[in-house]
């Protein structure tokens, strides 16, 4: 449910048959975390020393990317959970290297060591890694992750993935509790050799759906955030970007940083379980769940899967409310059909923020549709 801040190239690229090419697969690897964040949408086992964690069997792994590759694979991410849990995560990275498969990695940092990331880096395979930073301090962070210590482990996580070259991305989840620490978050990300720093805010979804009753940011002032970030920060050594729907960001930072949108028709999410799903949120939405490797191919699912075939028909045109009006939904897609479907059970509901903002008379006329139909 989170895009990474990379560029969506791909929209539908459509074949010839309907069917798009599948363009990545999202391995969610572990069914289980070494953190209880409090914010997490798909909310797995803790499961700190990965003695009884869900992990996808290496055999599948295997086979889902052996079938993808004539569908058109070309890169695949690994998540979770926390991927680097999974006990098989050396085998995985060296499978993807022989393969030439490509791959990006989101992380919580905290099991990353010199090893792993000399072994990342030797891999020459991973192209993009995130890792989460909540705050500028231990107690801000950790009181997010629900495990103390993990600050000072993500910290030196990120330490060890610059030494060993990369410039990872740090992503930071925005609520009451740290708000005040953007500008430190951005000159701290900076200095510690990071190539772009991402703010997302709560979603109500999973565990999240707690913290965000008491602690998340009033969505009216989300734009407000925003608008002084793009400006502070327009012209920055470092990349900055922020979880915000096109409508709501200048055309100055469209221009100059296209938005990284989830290319939700040319992927498919592979759960811990081999089921394979819109992405994690089938972990919370099982009617999201289109299918499983044991028991079906790849490209069956994948060309035939009455899910999947009602995505493509509904996204973009499709979709109803503020996103039929919306100058931008050819790109933005509903920015993400899963959260919009948890929150209405509809595959063509409308993004949920636009919706709200809508509601409340925010969102920009000199984004809709109909502005631009008048004489």
């Known amino acids: 449910m989170r895009c990474d801040g990379q560029v969506n190239t ?18 969610y690897i572990a069914g289980a975390c070494n953190l209880a964040c ?34 058109g694979l070309s890169s695949v991410k690994l998540t979770g959970g926390e991927p680097m849990l999974h006990p098989e995560f050396r085998e995985i990275v060296s499978f993807l290297s022989k393969e030439g498969i490509s791959f990006t990695m989101e992380t919580n940092g905290t099991l990353i060591t010199a090893d792993n990331a000399e072994l990342l880096k030797n891999s020459k395979a991973m192209s993009f890694v995130s890792v989460s930073i909540d705050g500028t301090d231990a107690l801000t962070h950790d ?11 993500a910290v030196k996580g990120i330490e060890h993935l610059v030494k060993a070259g990369y410039h ?10 740290n708000l005040n620490q953007i500008d430190e978050l951005v000159q701290f990300a900076d200095n510690m050799g990071c190539g772009s720093i991402k703010f997302n805010h709560l979603q109500d979804v999973g565990r999240g759906a707690d913290m965000a009753f008491a602690e998340a940011i009033p969505i009216a002032e989300l734009p407000k955030i925003y608008r002084g970030v793009d400006k502070r920060y327009r012209k920055s050594g470092i990349r900055v970007f922020f979880d915000i729907p096109p409508a709501f960001r200048s055309l100055n930072d469209i221009l100059h940083s296209p938005p990284g949108m989830c290319s939700v028709l040319t992927i498919l999410g592979i759960l811990s379980g081999g089921e394979a799903a819109l992405c994690g949120i089938g972990v919370e939405v099982p009617e999201l769940v289109f299918g499983h490797l044991h028991k079906s191919s790849l490209a069956d699912i994948w060309n ?11 996204i973009p045109d499709g979709l109803e409310g503020i996103c039929s009006n ?47 139909d008048k004489p």
């Open 143 to 153: 009181d997010l992750r629900g495990v103390k210590g993990s600050y000072t482990r």
């Open 38 to 71: 409090r914010h997490c949408w798909i909310a797995p086992g803790f499961d700190p020393d990965a003695h009884s964690g869900k992990f996808l069997p290496l055999d599948l792994l295997k086979k889902a990317v052996h079938e993808a590759k004539p569908l």
């Open 168 to 177: 990872p991305q740090m992503i930071c989840t925005l609520h009451k509790g």
């Open 326 to 372: 919306c100058i931008h939904v050819n790109s933005c897609l509903g920015l993400c059909v899963a959260h919009n479907y948890h929150d209405s059970g509809r595959m063509n509901a409308s993004c949920g923020f636009c919706s709200e903002m809508d509601a409340i008379e925010l969102f920009p006329d000199s984004r809709k549709k109909i502005a631009y």
């Open 10 to 27: 791909q929209v539908a690229c459509d074949t010839g048959n309907g069917i798009p090419p599948l363009r990545s697969l999202y391995f």
């Open 304 to 314: 035939s899967a009455p899910g999947l075939e009602l995505l493509r028909k509904t």
